[in-house]
């Protein structure tokens, strides 16, 4: 088995990875800024390593060589004063410079689909890593996934009771992926030869059928409106002006609306499932985990990671 260092265990799919490669045999460390959160999602390891990835030096004495090197650092709400490229851009790069100099045989990052056709910020600053992943002399994954449950869900938690926007025509396409599919899907990629994999879940929908289910699951009345490609325009425009601390965010989103956002289906967990334990049981990931994988309750040595804090889009950072 590999020994594996994973960078933003704490975030809403490094949690699931951290699982996954605990359960799949491999000696992990994790990277991690808060020790606290850590301890609190008792996340399985077996050695952690506190960094704020300023400097690799500092990683590369505390783990004198690795196998692989996973980062799915990234951040989806702007905290600490950092920004997109703080993040998604210069830590990655240390951390590459940590695995060439570790001697790691491979470097696994977790992008988005898409992001090297997109304008926004977000998208820039995990294209700009992603080329100077692709030139470097290390072995490389690169996954872009679609999108995740938890965006969706987040959606539904901000519309409830309220409006719920169709952006352009509706009939773009979509099919986002569970986190514990995804890193189902990424152990596998680590044994695979192709270098960059797209990936979403195991079924697509229209942004018309998508806000339709997202309404059907809300618990008050909520009105579906269509915004039209000029005012989606328009809003594109404000957003790209304004400091992307207060608009990055929703920048991305008005650009991944304007196009498909659909890749390879994969997976077992179906989202109209999710939704409906997600606003039925605050334990939502429980019940539909073990109907699609029932090693989801295999007892960690050091704990079972309490996934469900991820419910919670205020805790979807990776870092």
């Known amino acids: ?3 594996i260092v ?6 809403y799919l490094g949690r699931y990875l951290a699982q996954q490669f605990y359960r799949d045999g491999h000696q992990l460390g994790l990277l991690i800024r808060d020790e606290k959160k850590l301890e609190r999602l008792q996340i399985p390891h077996h050695y952690v390593v506190k960094t704020d990835f300023g400097n690799s030096a500092h990683l590369q004495h505390e783990i004198p060589s690795c196998d692989i090197v996973v980062s799915c650092l990234g951040i989806t709400k702007q905290q600490d004063g950092l920004s997109y490229d703080d993040v998604d851009y210069a830590m990655n790069a240390r951390l590459l410079e940590f695995a060439q100099n570790s001697q790691a045989k491979q470097f696994m990052y977790i992008s988005v689909l898409n992001a090297e056709k997109m304008q926004n910020r ?4 995990k294209a700009k890593f992603t080329r100077k992943l692709k030139s470097s002399n290390i072995d490389y994954r690169i996954i872009r996934p679609s999108g995740f449950f938890s965006d969706i869900q987040n959606m539904l938690q901000q519309c409830d009771g309220k409006c719920l926007p169709i952006l352009g025509n509706g009939q773009n396409s979509l099919n986002p992926i569970h986190g514990q599919d995804l890193a189902q899907f990424c152990a596998e990629a ?5 270098r960059e994999l797209n990936i979403g879940g195991p079924l697509t929908y229209t942004q018309k059928e998508l806000a339709q289910l997202i309404q059907s699951h809300c618990k008050n009345p909520t009105k579906i409106f269509q915004l039209g490609s000029n005012l989606q325009a328009a809003a594109k425009f404000i957003c790209r002006l304004a400091p992307e601390r207060w608009t990055g965010s929703a920048e991305f989103i008005l650009e991944a609306s304007s196009m498909d956002m659909d890749a390879k289906s994969y997976g077992d967990i179906k989202l109209e499932d999710f939704l409906s334990h997600s606003q039925s049981n605050s334990n939502c990931f429980s019940s539909v985990e073990i109907s699609a994988n029932n090693s989801a309750n295999d007892n960690l040595e050091n704990g079972k990671s309490k996934d469900d804090h991820a419910t919670n889009p205020q805790e979807a950072n990776d870092v």
Do not use: S
């Not at 994973?6 to 975030?11: F, H, P, R, V």
């Not at 680590?190 to 192709?194: A, D, M, S, V, Y």
């Open 122 to 125: 977000l998208c820039q600053a």
């Open 6 to 11: 994973l960078a933003g265990a704490t975030g």
């Open 1 to 3: 088995m590999a020994h």
């Open 190 to 194: 680590l044994k695979q030869t192709k």
